[in-house]
T-cell receptor, first 113, second 113 residues
Framework: SQQGEEDPQALSIQEGENATMNCSYK?????LQWYRQNSGRGLVHLIL?????REKHSGRLRVTLDTSKKSSSLLITASRAADTASYFC?????????????FGQGTTLQVKP | NAGVTQTPKFRVLKTGQSMTLLCAQD?????MYWYRQDPGMGLRLIHY???????AKGEVPDGYNVSRLKKQNFLLGLESAAPSQTSVYFC????????????FGEGSWLTVV
């Protein structure tokens, strides 16, 4: 079963614009992570936000977490063509610290130059 | 430092054939994982290992077996391949101390005809 549901499934913007992707999940979590996947490549870890955090920044990335709504958003500011990729949220809900993540279906972002 | 390396990268199997995917990591990570990624779906955990000599089932373990005889290697076996196992397989690893940050391989594309 998929823990994370992402919205939108696809997003197309112009370079310089901001891109916002949303993720909803079903159960209580320890943390939520965002990953990026370029076409034909593996996933790359972007940012992790813990369940007791509400917002986190890393460069042009801003992640928010609302545990009451069981949702998170990833904002990429001043997007670049190189940001074109698929973005996945992943939740860790396990009671044991084993890194068993449950991934959402992903948002495909296209940034047009 | 190669990170997580998967072999082979591409393989075509006939239904009923067997094969083994090899994952090797050179980061001395304790935890290793095998995921599969299908179109329109996020990654789903097949099996994982929290240390040499240990394995455990993930979300979709049926039809697969794994072994972790050496800390740096995690093997995924298909005993009798089925068309439903056509997928992209990703190996990943994480350290015990910072197990939240997972490092992925580049993927193995498997087609079962």
């Amino acid at each position: 079963s998929q823990q994370g549901e992402e919205d939108p499934q696809a997003l197309s913007i112009q370079e310089g614009e901001n891109a916002t992707m949303n993720c909803s999940y079903k159960t209580s979590i320890n943390n939520l992570q965002w990953y990026r996947q370029n076409s034909g490549r593996g996933l790359v870890h972007l940012i992790l936000i813990r369940s007791n955090e509400r917002e986190k920044h890393s460069g042009r990335l801003r992640v928010t977490l609302d545990t009451s709504k069981k949702s998170s958003s990833l904002l990429i500011t001043a997007s670049r063509a190189a940001d074109t990729a698929s973005y996945f949220c992943a939740t860790d809900a396990s009671s044991s610290n084993t890194g068993k993540l449950i991934f959402g279906q992903g948002t495909t972002l296209q940034v047009k130059p | 430092n190669a990170g997580v390396t998967q072999t082979p990268k591409f393989r075509v199997l006939k239904t009923g054939q067997s094969m083994t995917l090899l994952c090797a990591q050179d980061m001395n990570h304790e935890y290793m994982y095998w995921y599969r990624q299908d179109p329109g779906m996020g990654l789903r955990l097949i099996h994982y290992s929290v240390g040499e000599g240990t394995t455990a089932k993930g979300e979709v373990p049926d039809g697969y077996n794994v072994s972790r005889l050496k800390k740096q290697n995690f093997l995924l076996g298909l005993e009798s391949a089925a068309p439903s196992q056509t997928s992209v397989y990703f190996c990943a690893s994480s350290p015990r101390v910072n197990w939240n940050t997972i490092y992925f391989g580049e993927g193995s594309w498997l087609t079962v005809v």
